[in-house]
């Protein structure tokens, strides 16, 4: 499967981004998805997780209360909406895909996106 995500921008503390993930190639509800983030200097973290159906979800702790992951295997697309953003929020996000469960650990993950970049200003 190949990963497309996008999304990403510019926006002050406090503003809302929706990131979206389009998969191609395969069929969309073999898999489970993922976003991760980088931020400089820093080591690739979980954010959030889905599994195929989209009745679990799964959110790293910077994540919790502010993000909400969706997926709509018909579109083959999996949404994250990003509120109530902070300065610590800016990274380049990945979306990543695997056929199991979701995972936090970014090794478990086969299918990459090529990331898209978020910049919350203060």
């Known amino acids: 499967v190949q990963l497309q995500a996008s999304g990403g921008g510019l926006v002050q503390a406090g503003g809302s981004l929706r990131l979206s993930c389009a998969a191609s190639?395969?069929?969309?509800?073999?898999?489970?998805v993922a976003w991760f983030r980088r931020s400089t200097g820093k080591e690739r973290e979980f954010v959030s997780a889905?599994?195929?159906?989209?009745?679990?979800?799964y959110y790293g702790d910077p994540a919790k209360g502010r993000f909400r992951i969706s997926r709509d295997n018909a579109g083959n697309t999996v949404d994250l909406q990003m509120n109530s953003l902070k300065p610590e929020d800016s990274a380049v996000y990945y979306c990543?895909?695997?056929?199991?469960?979701?995972?936090?650990?970014?090794?478990?993950?086969?299918?990459w996106g090529q990331g898209t970049q978020v910049t919350v200003s203060s």
């Open positions: 990543a895909a695997r056929k199991a469960p979701p995972r936090e650990e970014d090794s478990f993950y086969d299918y």
């Open positions: 889905i599994n195929w159906s989209g009745a679990s979800t």
């Open positions: 190639g395969d069929r969309f509800n073999r898999y489970a």
